[in-house]
């Protein structure tokens, strides 16, 4: 699935002159962490994140340097605290550099866009357009909507379910697998062999009943125990 599968398409924006006051209040209302912000042609300029709001002058959070602290920033730093703290418009507090995605790009991405940088949405820009977002609930729903893959009609084929399993784990690289080995009877999967750890051995279950035709799994595998060296 893309990002096209999934988006909001009606996206709710600010225009760069909107105040910081419309901003917050867009917030509360939608119960929404950011708001992406759009030019005239409808063109994504930046985004207004609750955080890009925590530094305000008017509710007394804004930021105070010790004055030996202030000695030892730049002057340059010092006038963008000042600016984000007390400015009233949009365009001078948003965040500019905005991660963003088409409506091509495969959810996986987008799942490690929101994961390694700690954001919950992904505007979704097409030629410079906004045209939808992508949020953490977003994903959430597509796999909720998921369905659910149909029972086979006929038996299981228990050699071929073994071949599969086996195969899979042989690919995986934190599986030790010339220390694994599985039996299939009526689609019953019995799991015997070393894992390292309880992590492996978790692992080597989930594999297991994501292969398609099991009806069950048995675990009786062994956890290696933890060396100890004495000196």
């Not at 912000?37 to 300029?45: A, I, N, P, T, W």
């Not at 694994?180 to 989930?206: I, M, Q």
């Amino acid at each position: 699935m893309r990002a096209r599968d999934v988006m909001t398409t009606h996206v709710i924006t600010v225009g760069p002159d909107a105040t910081i006051q419309e901003v917050a209040q867009l917030l509360l209302k939608h119960r929404f962490s950011a708001v992406p912000v759009v030019d005239r042609q409808g063109e994504l300029v930046g985004i207004v994140s609750e955080g890009d709001l925590l530094r305000r002058a008017e509710v007394g959070t804004d930021r105070r340097r010790a004055w030996w602290l202030r000695l030892l920033t730049g002057a340059e730093t010092l006038a963008a605290d000042y600016v984000k703290s007390h400015s009233r418009k949009a365009s001078d507090v948003m965040t500019k550099r905005v991660i963003t995605a088409t409506s091509d790009t495969p959810l996986s991405k987008i799942a490690t866009l929101l994961e390694r940088n700690s954001i919950k949405r992904v505007p979704v820009v097409d030629e410079g357009k906004l045209v939808g977002i992508v949020t953490r609930a977003n994903l959430v729903q597509a796999f909720a909507t998921m369905h659910k893959e149909a029972a086979p009609e006929v038996a299981p084929n228990d050699s071929a379910i073994r071949e599969k399993l086996l195969a899979q784990l042989r690919t995986e690289p934190w599986a030790q697998s010339w220390q694994l080995n599985v039996t299939v009877k009526d689609g019953v999967v019995d799991l015997w062999g070393v894992v390292s750890s309880d992590a492996e051995r978790k692992a080597v279950r989930v594999a297991a009943e994501n292969t398609p035709a099991v009806r069950a799994v048995n675990d009786h595998l062994v956890q290696q125990p933890t060396q100890s060296w004495a000196y």
